[in-house]
């Protein structure tokens, strides 16, 4: 018996964040009714309100570790839904900064599925937790927010649900943030970076002579390079790829111009493979035009037992495949924090301060190390930040350290996957050697 376990959460949005955020507390909370405005579909299908899905979606290793202590066996469902094992480091080939990046063994492996795959994997995990309830067509209106405590939300019918702690994951464009902040409930600052990036996506057959090919190419561009791709195989023995642009340029719109975006790639391997593969999807792009944080850590004012997660916190490049994984951070993060208060006796009080910060840290280390990498390209419209050039001094060496040696291959690869943080590099065996290559580079 937990001091929340007879109480009612309510997470508005049943997508990667608020499955995650279900899942962290089912168990913990005696009734979680998780609440979506969209049709859920029962299984790997595109659906509107998360349109995203349709592109290329890497689960980091870091997100598949915060899923599984969450929803031990995960990983295997994954894999029992199709994904393809990839090895970091072996199997999915790295073009970056104008070279391929030596192979290596970085010592772990990803999972590779079609978004809409792993978000009914983790539907029916999450469905299937005690006291657990997923409603589709259930649309928020706005959260209810009484003497500056949320005690639960309002349908668009007009009916009202009262909980003892509300979850938002209604993604960046949720209208319910908005609606909190205009009825004077909240007062937070919102950061934008313009990045400018848009992205074509489309899912191939495998030609013959690739078939059973398993191995993924990722392409990113130095400066003033724009055009960015990446291929991988997912369920079915499928190609989903992924190209891309920066600025004002327009991302191709059919699979004619998707080829032609792939011989501007820095070499032919995205072109060989689907110049002649057969298309099985629409051919879908998405324009992103800024990365953006709520920074609702410092708000001036927000309600008790609300909290903010995923995309509705902090929405970055989509290029660096952290947005899932963030979530799932946070998901887990939050899961300790109540098994903590459970075993204290701490109740409630304080929760949401709590869990703020923790969120403010894990969305963070995605946002610094994608809004440095963006600001590298001068079609990130903004002032760049006080630390720029010190941040770039670091990518820099530590991108040149990584060519050379495996060791800090490998660390990058732990770095880009969120297993570890930046800080790994400064306090950890590789300290010296980093400093000292960064020291030279300065001189
Ligand atoms: C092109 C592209 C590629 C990406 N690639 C990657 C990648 O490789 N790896 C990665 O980790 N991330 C990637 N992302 C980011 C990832 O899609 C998001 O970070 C992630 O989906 C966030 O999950 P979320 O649950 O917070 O929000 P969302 O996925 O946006 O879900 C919000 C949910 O809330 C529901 N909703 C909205 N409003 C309401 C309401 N009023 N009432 C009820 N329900 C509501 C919606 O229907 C939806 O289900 C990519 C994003 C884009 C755009």
């Known amino acids: 018996m937990t001091a929340t376990s007879g109480k009612t959460a309510i997470v508005a949005g ?28 029962e299984g790997a299908t595109w659906r509107m309100g998360a349109g995203q899905g349709a592109h290329l979606h890497q689960l980091l290793k870091a997100g598949e570790q915060a899923l599984e202590k969450l929803l031990p066996g995960i990983t295997q469902d994954f894999y029992d839904a199709g994904a393809v094992d990839l090895r970091v480091g072996r199997d999915v080939k790295v073009f970056d900064f104008g070279g391929w990046m030596d192979e290596c063994d970085a010592g772990f492996s990803v999972t590779s599925l079609s978004r809409p795959a792993y978000e009914a994997v983790l539907r029916k995990r999450v469905g299937a937790l005690p006291g657990v309830t997923i409603r589709q067509e259930s649309d928020v209106a706005r959260l209810i927010v009484e003497n500056g405590v949320c005690t639960g939300v309002e349908l668009s019918n007009g009916t009202k649900l009262a909980a003892d702690l509300v979850v938002d994951a209604s993604g960046m464009n949720g209208p319910m943030m908005a609606k909190l902040a205009e009825d004077g409930h909240a007062a937070f600052e919102t950061e934008h970076v313009k990045i400018n990036v848009a992205y074509t996506t489309a899912r191939f057959r495998k030609p013959e002579r690739y078939r059973g090919e398993q191995m993924g190419y990722f392409f990113l561009p130095a400066p003033p390079g724009k055009a960015f791709g990446f291929i991988v195989p997912i369920e079915n023995d499928e190609w989903i790829i992924s190209l891309g642009t920066r600025g004002a340029d327009v991302p191709p719109r059919d699979v004619e111009a998707l080829r032609q975006h792939a011989m501007k790639l820095p070499d032919q391997t995205v072109y060989d493979r689907i110049k002649d593969a057969e298309l099985l999807s629409e051919v879908k792009t998405f324009r992103k035009p800024t990365a953006t944080r709520r920074k609702i850590w410092e708000a001036a004012k927000w309600p008790d037992n609300l909290l903010p997660f995923g995309d509705a916190l902090s929405s970055v490049n989509p290029t660096y495949g952290q947005g899932m994984t963030v979530a799932a951070l946070e998901a887990e993060a939050l899961a300790g924090m109540l098994d903590a208060r459970a075993e204290s006796g701490a109740g409630m009080s304080g929760l949401g301060k709590e869990y703020l910060t923790a969120a403010a840290e894990i969305s963070g280390r995605a946002w610094n190390l994608s809004v440095n990498s963006d600001y590298v390209y001068p079609e990130t419209e903004g002032e760049r930040p006080a630390n720029y050039a010190m941040n770039r001094a670091m990518a820099a060496t530590l991108r040149k350290l990584a060519d050379e040696h495996i060791d800090f291959r490998i660390a990058r690869y732990r770095m880009v996957h969120l297993v570890d943080s930046a800080t790994a590099l400064r306090d950890g065996p590789l300290a010296v050697r980093f400093f000292t290559a960064l020291q030279g580079s300065m001189a």
């Not at 168990?27 to 009714?33: E, H, T, Y």
């Open 14 to 41: 049943a997508s990667i964040g608020g499955l995650s955020a279900a899942a962290a507390l089912a168990g913990r909370f005696g009734d979680v009714l998780v609440l979506d405005r969209d049709t859920l579909p």
